[in-house]
């Protein structure tokens, strides 16, 4: 089985300030990750993944992941935040890495940028 | 490739009414995926596909709720009566199964239902 848990469904940052959302995912095999974001009124938008190989991850507009098996963690961070930033993110897990993969998702983080 | 296309965009209908959602899913992907996102309950996974098939409905919430897959280009998801608790954004992805060269879903734009 299979389970992703994101810690704060509300994340609040300055302009200019660090992103960090928290995933933390539950998987008996090595999992292949996931985090994508949701615009308002859009559909998800894959920002990156880790499969295999290098555990840091660079997805688009700036950010990145680090997988962690140790800590059972993918936190998505970014070093300074933009007003175009907010939007909902959501991390997802695989474990399915055979011919079915389905994922599951998390409840969904949602980043507030304050001026 | 124009990605995941759902219509109608938007859709407003009166209870008890059959409401149908489209979904066309990405050319060559073997797999469809049905959500259904609230603010209550999030994102929730309705049904899937692989090969046309349906593999799992656990997650369809009634018989009021069907979805057919007749080709590899074309799915729906029929709501019939349509009651206003099934007001939501639907959502349909598709994907290529691949193991190490798994991608993830693409997902489309989704539909925003509103059952008055």
């Known amino acids: 089985a299979q389970s992703v848990t994101q810690l704060g469904s509300h994340v609040s940052v300055s302009e200019g300030a660090l992103v960090l959302l928290r995933c933390n995912y539950s998987s008996s095999v090595p999992p292949y990750l996931f985090w994508y974001v949701q615009y308002p009124n859009q559909g998800l938008q894959l920002l990156l993944k880790?499969?295999?190989?290098?555990?840091l991850v660079k997805g688009i507009n700036g950010f990145e992941a680090e997988f962690k098996k140790s800590e059972t963690s993918f936190h998505l961070t970014k070093p300074s935040a933009h007003m175009s930033d907010a939007a909902e993110y959501f991390c997802a897990v695989t474990s399915d890495t055979g011919t079915a993969s389905k994922l599951t998702f998390g409840t969904g983080t949602r980043l507030q940028v304050t001026l | 490739d124009a990605g995941v296309i759902q219509s109608p965009r938007h859709e407003v209908t009166e209870m008890g009414q059959e409401v149908t959602l489209r979904c066309k899913p990405i050319?060559?992907?073997?797999?469809l995926f049905w959500y259904r996102q609230t603010m209550m309950r999030g994102l929730e996974l309705l049904i899937y596909?692989?090969?046309?098939?349906?593999?799992?409905d656990s997650g369809m919430p009634e018989d009021r709720f069907s979805a057919k897959m007749p080709n590899a280009s074309f799915s729906t998801l029929k709501i019939q009566p349509s009651e206003p608790r099934d007001s939501a954004v639907y959502f349909c992805?598709?994907?290529?199964?691949?193991?190490?060269?798994?991608?993830?879903?693409?997902f489309g734009s989704g539909t925003r239902l509103t059952v008055v």
């Open positions: 992805a598709s994907s290529l199964s691949g193991g190490r060269n798994f991608y993830g879903y693409t």
């Open positions: 880790y499969t295999t190989g290098a555990t």
């Open positions: 050319s060559g992907h073997d797999y």
């Open positions: 596909f692989n090969n046309n098939v349906p593999i799992d």
